[in-house]
Nanobody, 123 residues
Framework: QVQLQESGPGLVKPSQTLSLTCTVS??????????WNWIRQPPGKGLEWMGR???????YYSPSLKSRTSISRDTSKNQFTLHLSSVIPEDTAVYYC???????????????WGQGTQVTVSS
C-alpha cells in the first residue's frame, strides 16, 4: 500500500517561499510510469493542480503558477518537494500530494493521496 505524507510550515508570510515535502512509502518515486503531483484547494474553492514530477525526474507545471513553482525530488529519501515563491494570501489552501500514472499516453486517475496540509499565508 502506497502512502503519501505532506509536511511543511502551516504559516508563511507574504513574499516568502513556501516549501512542502511529500514523503512516499510503499513505492518508489522512480517507478515507471508514475507521476507525483501537487494539488491545492483554497477555502471554498475547487481543487487546483499545481504541477508534477515524473518517475524520470521531468517536471510539469500549471501555466498559471509556472513562474512561481518548482518541484524537486530526493530519491534517496523517496521524497518530492514543492517550492512556491512570492506567496500571497490567495495561496492559502490545503495542499495535497497525489500519485497518478500515464501508460502509453493514457492517463489514469489519481490513486493515492496524502491527507493534506493546511497552509496559511499571513503576516
Amino acid at each position: 500500500q502506497v502512502q503519501l505524507q505532506e509536511s511543511g510550515p502551516g504559516l508563511v508570510k507574504p513574499s516568502q517561499t513556501l516549501s512542502l515535502t511529500c514523503t512516499v512509502s510503499g513505492g518508489s518515486i522512480t517507478t515507471s510510469y508514475y507521476y507525483w503531483n501537487w494539488i491545492r484547494q483554497p477555502p471554498g474553492k475547487g481543487l487546483e493542480w499545481m504541477g508534477r514530477i515524473a518517475y524520470s525526474g521531468n517536471t510539469y507545471y500549471s501555466p498559471s503558477l509556472k513562474s512561481r513553482t518548482s518541484i524537486s525530488r530526493d530519491t534517496s529519501k523517496n521524497q518530492f518537494t514543492l517550492h512556491l515563491s512570492s506567496v500571497i494570501p490567495e495561496d492559502t489552501a490545503v495542499y495535497y500530494c497525489a500519485r497518478d500514472r500515464v501508460v502509453a499516453g493514457i492517463p489514469y486517475p489519481y490513486d493515492f493521496w496524502g491527507q493534506g496540509t493546511q497552509v496559511t499565508v499571513s503576516s
